[in-house]
Nanobody
């Protein structure tokens, strides 16, 4: 199982980007999914998570600007980022708690990371 993230890039302050992350194969269940980010010289931090019942949580720094959603039919999680600020610059990683088969243990998977740069 792989998580394939896309959608990063360079954007001006105040702009928007939409990140996507898809699970590479059909699986028994995907429990929570989330986005994390890591800026240079800093630890990786959670940005937003969404559970299998679509309950969401956000870091205080992105509340009101970012929206996480998921499409269960496509095994995909999205992060809509609006009103971007320079301090949002980081590598963004998707994460998912997956059970591949009915009797498989739940396992944490990470995507490869996608760079988001907010700069004028």
């Amino acid at each position: 199982v792989q998580l394939q993230a896309s959608g990063g890039g360079l954007v001006q302050p105040g702009g928007s980007l939409r990140l996507s992350c898809s699970v590479s194969r059909s699986v028994f269940s995907i429990n929570y999914m989330g986005w994390y980010r890591q800026a240079p010289g800093k630890q990786r931090e959670p940005v937003a998570t969404i559970s299998d019942d679509s309950s969401t949580n956000y870091a205080d720094s992105v509340k009101g600007r970012f929206t996480i959603s998921r499409d269960n039919a496509k095994n995909t999680v999205y992060l809509q980022m609006n009103s971007l600020k320079p301090e949002d610059t980081a590598v963004y990683y998707c994460n998912a708690d997956i059970q591949i088969f009915r009797r498989s243990p739940r396992t944490d998977y990470w995507g490869q990371g996608t760079q988001v740069t907010v700069s004028s």
